[in-house]
C-alpha cells in the first residue's frame, strides 16, 4: 500500500501508528468526560437537585464578557 501511495515505508508506518494513537486518545476522553458526568450525577443526586443545576449555577460563575481573541468565529 505504501508503494501505491508513493511513498517509504516508515513515514507510511508512522502515519499509521499517530492514526491510532489519536483513535486511542478519543477514547480515552470519552471515558474521562463519562467518568465525570457520573461524579456529577452522584454529587446532585446527594444534592437533591439535577447535574444541569449544578452546571448551570457553575457556569453562572463564570464572567460576562466577550470571547476572547482566540475563541470568536472568523467570517470566511
Known amino acids: 500500500m505504501a508503494e501505491q501511495e508513493g ?3 516508515n513515514p507510511f508506518m ?3 501508528a499517530a ?3 489519536v483513535a486511542f486518545d478519543a477514547n480515552l476522553q470519552r471515558a474521562y ?3 465525570r458526568a457520573r461524579r456529577a450525577e452522584a454529587r446532585a443526586a446527594d444534592e437533591g437537585t439535577s447535574a444541569e ?4 449555577a457553575l457556569l453562572d460563575r463564570a464572567p ?3 470571547p476572547g481573541p482566540d ?3 472568523l467570517d470566511s
Open 71 to 73: 475563541d470568536q468565529v
Open 53 to 56: 443545576v449544578l452546571l448551570r
Open 14 to 16: 508512522l502515519l499509521g
Open 19 to 21: 492514526d491510532k494513537a
Open 64 to 66: 460576562d464578557m466577550p
Open 7 to 9: 511513498i517509504f515505508m
Open 33 to 35: 468526560l463519562r467518568t
